[in-house]
């Protein structure tokens, strides 16, 4: 493939080191696919202006991920996947960038180093070296890169969207998915097609032959998390939820750590969890993450909890039960002050509100997120409108998005519904919202120019502002813990079991 050239060691010249990587590649369901080495340099050594300049590369964002599997079970579109053979040596090390590296162990020679005329696994810049060879093969093959997702290529008859060499087709006829897949073999792409689109970076997609609904999981990890755990045995018992009713505080003074198992860990697998196939233990995941650095041993039970859930419901994920209207549907709440009076009331983080909300497409969950705010609140309005702010941030993209791709397949954008929780004075962050000229008070001028922002755009987008009762609010999974009864039904609601 012409990765390098041998040549004498330059005088004066940053030489980098080499290493070998061993990896274990897995199925969805935690089985070993394959067993991988790579040749591999230590791009902690290199020098910025010398050996490397831009490194940022893209990845497709999961929304959209999750936006076109909800059109492949609407449209019943045929999908299949690719993967890119040792992708980043594909492309080219960019002119001006002259990298040197020791020869690999067995094969070293005196004097001698390699010259990369490719880039090769562990340069900071062969990510977007990569991305920028994929964009042009997909370009020359008819695919249009979206403005929206630059990870998203849109043609007359397919649509693929990559993750770094992980690739997805979706089509309404899998020949012209096997065309396009020529056309990038002939171009020099090294792609291996599977049959169809059941596992994608750890998510499972299975499509019930019975009712064409797709369930998105992740069993294996889910395993993973209760193996570390220590939940293995048969005689752990289940949890019907994933957080208790009470809010999950800093406990300084609480009992230390045992260090049964590694926190930082559990945390980073059941943050990838939450963030793709289960909104349901989202916020308490986020609770525990709060004390990633200096876990007591109350955190330790807290994660337990959550293995315990994620026992008891190991076989389900995320339905895709998308309804015939492309609709998009946001559903913001706030927590105010949800920590006030069971934490120190001198500690400023005890006082800080929490936003949660969700965003569904013809009724499935697309992007959903449960974090504590930034500023303090000072009244329930005030942490509803930055709820809201937060939520519209993330709103307006997938509107752009879902018209795209609806107006690909031939699905036009319904009306957009905002959802907004009403309790007490959050009839007046209502009114704060939807009125035109605004309608601002002594008591919220201070924060209106910073989150009302919004408001021109809910009008020019013609969006709607509706009172829902709070037994209805999706957002609330996300706020706070609750009794089983709510949060098994607010999980119904949301994710279809």
């Known amino acids: 493939m012409g990765v390098w050239e041998v040549v004498d060691r330059p005088e004066g010249a940053n030489v980098i080191d080499s290493t070998w990587a061993f990896r274990i590649k897995r199925f969805p369901d935690g089985l070993i696919k394959k067993f991988k080495a790579r040749f591999c340099v230590r791009g902690d050594q290199q020098v910025h202006g010398i050996d490397f300049f831009e490194t940022y590369a893209p990845v497709v964002q999961w929304t959209t991920v999750r936006l076109m599997l909800i059109l492949e079970v609407l449209l019943k579109l045929k999908s299949k996947q690719g993967d890119i053979t040792a992708a980043f040596v594909h492309a080219d090390v960019e002119e001006g960038e002259n990298i040197y590296v020791e020869m690999p162990r067995g094969f070293r020679k005196q004097g001698k180093v390699l010259k990369l005329k490719k880039t090769l696994y562990g340069l900071r810049q062969s990510p977007r070296a990569f991305w920028l060879y994929l964009t042009e093969k997909m370009n020359l093959c008819g695919m249009e890169q979206s403005t929206l997702d630059p990870c998203l290529f849109i043609g007359k008859k397919v649509i693929c969207i990559c993750y770094v060499d992980d690739l997805i087709f979706w089509a309404m006829d899998e020949a012209d998915i096997d065309a396009l897949a020529d056309q990038l073999i002939a171009a020099g792409v090294s792609l291996e097609q599977e049959s169809d689109a059941a596992g994608f970076l750890g998510v499972r997609m299975e499509i019930d032959p019975k009712t064409g609904l797709m369930e998105m999981k992740q069993t294996g990890l889910i395993d993973r998390v209760i193996e570390t755990l220590g939940l293995d045995l048969g005689t752990t018992s289940g949890k019907f939820t994933p957080a208790e009713a009470k809010p999950l505080v800093k406990d300084a003074d609480g009992e230390p ?239 279809g079991w």
């Open 257 to 495: 750590a045992l260090g049964e198992f590694s926190y930082s860990s559990v945390v980073g697998m059941l943050l990838y969890l939450a963030g793709h196939t289960r909104p349901d233990i989202a916020y308490a995941v986020n609770c525990c993450a709060r004390y990633m650095f200096c876990p007591k041993r109350s955190h330790e039970l807290a994660l337990k909890r959550i293995g315990r859930y994620l026992k008891a419901t190991r076989d389900r994920g995320l339905v895709l039960n998308p309804s015939k209207l492309l609709k998009v549907d946001c559903y913001p709440d706030a927590d105010f002050a949800g920590l006030y009076g069971h934490e120190n009331s001198s500690d400023p983080s005890c006082v800080k509100s929490r936003t949660g909300f969700v965003i569904t497409v013809a009724n499935c969950p697309v992007l959903w997120q449960s974090k504590l705010q930034t500023e303090t609140a000072l009244s329930t309005m005030e942490a509803e409108i930055v709820a809201l702010a937060h939520s519209c941030r993330e709103l307006f993209p997938i509107m752009d998005m879902v018209t795209l791709l609806g107006t690909k397949v031939g699905l036009p954008l319904k009306e957009t519904t905002m959802n907004v929780s009403i309790h007490e004075d959050n009839a007046g962050a209502l009114v704060l919202a939807e009125t035109l000229p605004p309608q601002f008070t002594p008591r919220s001028k201070h924060y209106a120019i910073k989150t009302i922002w919004f408001r021109e755009q809910i009008v020019k987008r013609k969006i709607k502002l509706v009172k829902i009762d709070t037994v209805e609010q999706l957002g609330d999974l996300f706020t706070k813990g609750l009794t089983r009864v709510t949060f098994e039904y607010l999980r119904r609601k949301l994710i």
